[in-house]
């Protein structure tokens, strides 16, 4: 069974940075072969993906957070993490690790599309003063 786990949330200040992590374990395929993905959730709001990537690295991000958010993976260890810099108070909200439904051979094409993942972790709180 597949655990998502996050950490690294924190409170900061507008302007700051931080990094979170998500350790996975239990898949079935190597966690290489899967799309990986950081979704966020502000109170009162949908659940909206921030960033994804592909098994060699490709990602997508949502135009909010461009230029802001790095998405990155570590093979090897199996953890996923976001650094987020150039914090804003709307990046507040709970951070969710997730992991696409099926793996394919590899991951080439990551989305932000919350349809497409089917393992999630019970999330870290960011939250953004101003």
């Known amino acids: 069974q597949v655990q998502l786990v996050e950490s690294g949330g924190g409170s900061v200040q507008a302007g700051g940075s931080l990094r979170l992590s998500c350790v996975a374990s239990?898949?079935?395929?190597?966690?290489?072969?899967?799309?990986m993905a950081w979704f966020r959730q502000a109170p009162g709001k949908h659940r909206e993906g921030v960033a994804a990537?592909?098994?060699?690295?490709?990602?997508v991000y949502a135009d909010s957070v461009k230029d802001r958010f790095t998405i990155y993976r570590d093979n090897d260890q199996n953890i996923l993490y976001l650094e987020l810099n150039s914090l804003k108070p709307e990046d507040t909200g709970m951070y969710y690790c997730?992991?696409?439904?099926?793996?394919?051979?590899?991951?080439?094409?990551?989305?932000?599309?919350?349809?497409?993942?089917?393992?999630w972790g019970q999330g870290t709180q960011v939250t953004v003063s101003s």
């Open positions: 239990g898949y079935t395929y190597r966690f290489f072969r899967y799309c």
């Open positions: 997730a992991s696409e439904i099926v793996a394919g051979t590899i991951c080439t094409a990551p989305s932000l599309r919350h349809s497409e993942y089917g393992d």
């Open positions: 990537i592909a098994s060699r690295g490709g990602t």
